[in-house]
């Protein structure tokens, strides 16, 4: 999410046509959780392995909860070449689209070559607990063929943060608020699937980043799968 003069935006990318899940709908960045989501170097400062596991009701899990939220940042740089961080300084890092040395981290990762630990160690940026909220769980209903157990999470990107999209992944990224993107989908201009407009319902609620996550950080969050 990002503070903007239209008020609260949110970045949404539309997924490739060759997607073998949900092709050519307009998401959220995300994706899976990897097995170096797992390594200490990369978790979130104020943020424990215990307080992840309670928010996510995920105790004693393998990978841990954290690992959740650390997927979570990982694939939205991936996806968007902005990284919800924090340099040493205090100011946002670069965005890929606006520092060549950022896009060749952000290639090195996307290939394999180094883990997201090592990619904040490069870019000498932490991510803090603080700057993420949990506001969703959704799992695919039974009588899908391919299944997916997804957590949502909302997270503040300060300054303009100009997306970069993968083109082997996506075809476009906007940054909206939800108000826009319920309206285009309702002409038939936006096509998005459920839990993307019911997030874009929830958030539409909100006039900023700052108030979004305090309020989404009270709130508890139950399980939704339609049709189960």
């Not at 607990?129 to 039974?142: K, S």
């Not at 391919?146 to 997306?163: L, Q, W």
């Not at 993968?166 to 108000?179: G, I, L, N, Q, Y």
Request: charged share 25%.
């Amino acid at each position: 999410m990002r503070d903007a003069s239209a008020g609260l935006e949110v970045l949404l990318l539309r997924r490739s046509r060759h997607s073998g899940f949900v092709p050519e709908m307009y998401v959220f960045p995300g994706g899976r959780v990897d097995a170096s989501d797992a390594d200490p170097a990369a978790w979130l400062d104020d943020l424990t392995l215990h307080e992840a596991a309670v928010r996510l009701d995920l105790m004693d899990a393998a990978p841990p909860a954290i690992a959740y939220f650390v997927a979570g940042f990982r694939e939205a740089f991936e996806e968007t070449g902005i990284l919800l961080g924090s340099l040493v300084n205090g100011s946002p890092p670069p965005t890929a689209a606006d520092d060549p040395a950022v896009d060749l981290v952000r290639a090195e990762l996307m290939d394999g070559r180094i883990g997201f630990a090592e990619a904040l160690a490069r870019m000498e940026c932490r991510i803090k607990g603080t700057a993420v909220e949990y506001i969703a769980h959704w799992i695919t209903p039974l009588r899908q063929p391919r299944r997916f157990d997804t957590r949502f999470f909302a997270a503040r990107v300060e300054g303009s943060s100009t997306p970069i999209v993968d083109p082997r992944e996506m075809t476009d990224a906007r940054w909206v608020t939800p108000a826009q993107a319920l309206a285009a989908h309702a002409l038939g201009n936006l096509p998005m699937i459920l839990p993307t407009v019911h997030t874009l319902e929830r958030l539409g609620a909100f006039g900023s980043a700052a108030e979004t996550l305090e309020a989404l950080a009270r709130e508890t969050v139950v399980t939704i799968m339609p049709g189960g």
